[in-house]
Nanobody, 127 residues
Framework: VQLQASGGGLVQPGGSQRLSCAAS????????IGWFRQAPGKEREWVSH????????YYADSVKGRFTISRDKAKNTVFLQMNSLKPEDTAVYYC?????????????????????WGQGTQVTVSS
């Protein structure tokens, strides 16, 4: 079971970037997939989530309206489209997957609930 995050880089404020999270060894459709980010000196924070099967999407208030999470079943890949990027979006972005049952409806915001993690991809928003 492996997750491979990619697509990071340097982008100017107001620009766009698309991150990819490719899975191998399991089918993403059966897992909840989350994106988290960690800026230097800060805790890793939840960014977005797409639920298993139904594909319901959720966003942190800080990215709502700017970021879009989606899933391509044929490619077994989840994407995070990031628009109107701000310097405060600068961080290492991680994708994570989990297929367990969760009693809490807000489990996806808790990084400790995820069993599988990608290696992270750096996004730098700067002029």
């Amino acid at each position: 079971v492996q997750l491979q995050a990619s697509g990071g880089g340097l982008v100017q404020p107001g620009g766009s970037q698309r991150l990819s999270c490719a899975a191998s060894g399991f089918t993403l459709d059966y897992y909840g997939i989350g994106w988290f980010r960690q800026a230097p000196g800060k805790e890793r924070e939840w960014v977005s989530h797409i639920s298993s099967r139904e594909g319901r999407t959720y966003y942190a208030d800080s990215v709502k309206g700017r970021f879009t999470i989606s899933r391509d079943k044929a490619k077994n890949t989840v994407f995070l489209q990031m628009n109107s990027l701000k310097p405060e979006d600068t961080a290492v972005y991680y994708c994570a997957a989990d297929g367990k049952y969760h009693a809490s409806s807000l489990w996806y915001k808790d990084k400790s609930e995820f069993d599988y993690w990608g290696q992270g991809t750096q996004v730098t928003v700067s002029s």
